[in-house]
T-cell receptor
């Protein structure tokens, strides 16, 4: 199946700093990507839809100025957590549908963010 | 998208079949049933999906009731590596955006 990568796999940062997470579709193009957040022992929560060449669409309750999304190319979307605080510590996962596979969703391995 | 209901947890002996139920009584005619699983600290993995016919692939089988209000995912010979949270999701497959809404899922623990 198609492959989606994320970088970094884990990051530790100080409170108040910004952290950028990359999501790449390695062998297919993705005009749309999705960003999820998962707290310990909880399910995945959809944060936003990343659209290539246009603004991201955020789910209700997700601050767009806090979680900046850029989808600059057909294979790369970035999520920047601005002015991170300890409550932003979470597992961030991206996914992308592959149109050649009936829009089957392929997920990245996730990024573990810890804010001290 | 229709909501789904799954049992919170299930144990299964290694080598035996694991049958995971899912209720989706409000499913619409154009909605498919998808199954994903998430092994601890990894991204979710696609397993199988179907509309109304039973489906089988190298990972699992999907049995959908005739009224489509429920389904069962079958792992024919569970192994320790099948320990994971299994998510049943209902959505319109032709939705090109492919947005997925995850419920709580079923934590499956396969024991030796």
């Amino acid at each position: 199946g198609a492959v989606v990568s994320q970088h970094p796999s884990r990051v530790i940062c100080k409170s108040g700093t910004s952290v950028k997470i990359e999501c790449r579709s390695l062998d297919f193009q993705a005009t749309t990507m999705f960003w999820y957040r998962q707290f310990p022992k909880q399910s995945l929560m959809l944060m936003a839809t990343s659209n290539e060449g246009s603004k991201a669409t955020y789910e209700q309750g997700v601050e767009k100025d806090k979680f900046l999304i850029n989808h600059a190319s057909l294979t790369l979307s970035t999520l920047t957590v601005t002015s991170a605080h300890p409550e932003d510590s979470s597992f961030y996962i991206c996914s992308a549908p592959d149109q050649s596979s009936y829009n089957e969703q392929f997920f990245g391995p996730g990024t573990r963010l810890t804010v001290l | 998208d229709a909501k789904t209901t799954q049992p919170p947890s299930m144990d299964c002996a290694e080598g035996r079949a694991a049958n995971l139920p899912c209720n989706h009584s409000t499913i619409s005619g154009n909605e498919y049933v998808y199954w994903y699983r998430q092994i601890h600290s990894q991204g979710p993995q696609y397993i199988i999906h179907g509309l109304k016919n039973n489906e089988t692939n190298e990972m699992a089988s999907l049995i959908i009731t005739e009224d489509r209000k429920s389904s069962t995912l079958i792992l024919p010979h569970a192994t320790l590596r099948d320990t994971a949270v299994y998510y049943c999701i209902v959505r319109v497959a032709t939705d090109s955006w492919g947005k997925l809404q995850f419920g709580a899922g079923t934590q499956v623990v396969v024991t030796p």
